[in-house]
């Protein structure tokens, strides 16, 4: 009688494994998927997706980060793509889809030579050696500006926002990015994005979006009777509710006559009264409070003329107190002169159905507000998006002080560059610095396709060019020719491009790195973690990767 062997099993029931090759092919295969998805956005002439949510809520957008978030994606190696796109918003705002894209192609050329039997720790060293060479590369080849360079400045917001939804008004627009990151930077040139205030309105055009020396945000006045409008307003700005809290102590009071209830009362009102005379005393015109306005004393503030709003949120009350140079007071007894911030203006305006506090005209503001207005909703929102990638870079620009020119220049250069720096190596790794320098190709590659022009004659073009030692030669996609990217104001700062690089080729090393993928099943309403496909890119009716 034979032996029969007890099959062991180390991993729950329902638990799925793929392992070594497979493991590597299904995970490279989801990384292309999700830059497959972005690529068509990339560039001047890139096309928006519609990403319609389980509650039928509809955005339309042409921004890699949100794509990719509104998604909801599942594959996990799909979510390590999403956290480079994530990477390269935090840091410098914009940059997205390149980050996105690159990544997916450094997948790509992996496979290949994988297939070659390149050991996947050889590919990941010369990966880690190419991307070192190319940020010097990035580095040398980038130009210096200061904040003086209004107009390269103002190029660089533009050319964030070509292509986007906000691109008919790329003039206007770009010149309120410029101008507010301007107000905003320290004198050593560091600038808080936290700083600048993007409020959105639907109503009126594009046009009519403006830069405002202060802080915009939703509250109204108190009180009926208060003025709608302060001129050269002396602001207070109080973290402390102006009401009478309970004690700390538990006390009861007994109270058996009618007189001794109206003591009572009148003390109350003595005390809500006081707090409100400290205010005044102090010159203040303007209440912002953080936290909540007794009814009794707004009719005080009332009484005295001052404008108040309660309940502000933290964040707007720093941004206030930046903006007016005001200090924010959690004691009234403390409250100064000094204390007090000033505006030129403050007052309540009506924009469709909500009221709004307006601060205006402050002195020195170190916090302002972008207004945006648009036909729709969906109009809004995007020029909201396209705004924050054009302040991310026109801030990174001010802050690193270096830039280089877009159109697929640089991409050209560093492929160019790497593969003669892959020719002082020696041994397998110069395969993986060739499959690198091929990578950098997409991005100009993607940006003709996008352009529904040819690529290959394009390419080779442009690399003709590049051989001449045309450094800035880049492709316009509005006529088809080869043309010198900066002297068309095509800009962006270096920090877009070093960033998108140093996390494309970590993340794809990380994930060139895994042969072995254990997904355990999910509890029982969730199903598997991972469908047996792999190809979890949920979210999306019809859209099966």
């Known amino acids: 009688m034979a032996n029969q062997v007890q099959p062991i099993f180390i991993l729950p ?6 392992v070594g090759r497979d493991a590597q092919r299904n995970n490279i295969m989801a990384a292309k998927a999700v830059a497959e998805t972005v690529r068509t956005t990339l560039g001047p002439k890139g096309m928006d997706k519609m990403i319609v949510d389980s509650l039928g809520d509809v955005t339309v957008t042409n921004d890699g980060v949100t794509i990719l978030e509104e998604m909801q994606i599942e594959h996990p190696s799909a979510k390590m793509i999403v956290e480079v796109a994530k990477t390269q918003e935090s840091e410098v705002g914009d940059g997205t889809t390149t980050a996105v894209v690159i990544a997916g192609e450094l997948m790509k050329n992996a496979e290949s030579l994988l297939d070659q039997d390149v050991h996947s720790a050889v590919i990941a060293r010369g990966y880690r050696l190419a991307a070192d060479k190319a940020l010097e590369v990035l580095d040398n080849m980038s130009e210096k500006i200061t904040p003086k360079d209004e107009n390269i400045l103002k190029q660089i917001a533009m050319t964030a926002m070509t292509g986007k939804g906000a691109e008919y008004a790329k003039e206007k627009l770009s010149e309120l990015a410029v101008k507010s990151v ?3 930077a320290e004198d050593n040139n560091s600038v808080d994005m ?7 309105r639907t109503g009126g055009s594009v046009e009519d979006s403006e830069l405002i020396k202060g802080i915009v945000f939703d509250k109204e006045k108190v009180h009926a009777s208060m003025p709608r409008l302060v001129k050269n307003a002396k602001i207070a700005l109080v973290d402390k509710e102006i009401e009478i809290k309970k004690t700390e102590v538990d006390a009861k009071i007994e109270i058996t006559s009618p007189d001794q209830l109206q003591a009572f009362l009148d003390q109350e009102e003595k005390m809500l009264k006081d707090m409100v005379e400290k205010i005044s005393a102090s010159g203040a015109s303007v209440l912002i409070c953080q936290k909540g306005i007794d009814d009794v004393a707004q009719h005080f503030l009332a009484k005295k003329g001052i404008y108040a709003v309660r309940r502000v949120s933290d964040s707007d009350m720093k941004k206030i107190s930046k903006a007016t140079s005001g200090n924010v007071v959690s ?3 403390d ?3 000094n204390d007090l911030g000033s505006a030129g203006t403050v007052e309540e305006r009506k924009f469709g159905d909500d009221e709004f506090t ?5 002195k020195n503001p170190k916090a302002v507000t972008i207004l945006v207005r648009g036909g729709t909703e969906h109009v809004t929102n995007e020029i909201e998006r396209a705004l924050t990638d054009a302040v991310g870079d026109v801030s990174a620009a001010i802050k690193e002080g270096k830039v280089v020119a877009g159109a697929g220049a640089p991409e050209v250069e560093l492929s ?3 593969r003669k720096y892959a020719e002082s190596l020696s041994g397998r790794e110069q395969l993986a610095v060739h499959a690198f320098a091929n990578s950098m190709e997409i991005i100009p590659r993607t940006l003709i396709e996008n352009a529904g022009l040819d690529p ?13 030692k045309q450094r800035w030669a880049g492709v316009d996609v509005f006529t088809g020719k080869i043309t010198d990217s900066w002297k068309k104001g095509v800009l962006e700062p270096l920090k877009i491009k070093t960033q998108a690089i140093s996390s494309a080729s970590e993340v794809a090393v990380m994930i060139l790195r895994i042969d072995d993928v254990i997904a355990s099943a999910g509890s029982k309403d969730k199903g598997p973690a991972m469908p047996p496909d792999m190809g979890g890119m949920g979210g999306m009716p019809g859209m099966g990767m």
């Open 182 to 184: 301007k107000l905003i």
């Open 331 to 333: 004691n009234l007894h």
């Open 358 to 362: 307006f601060i205006t005209e402050c």
């Open 13 to 18: 029931e329902g638990t799925q494994r793929s």
């Open 335 to 337: 409250l100064k002169k």
């Open 194 to 200: 936290d700083n600048i205030k993007i409020e959105k």
């Open 416 to 418: 160019i560059a790497l």
């Open 456 to 468: 290959i004659d394009i390419m080779t073009d442009l690399k003709a060019a590049h051989a001449k």
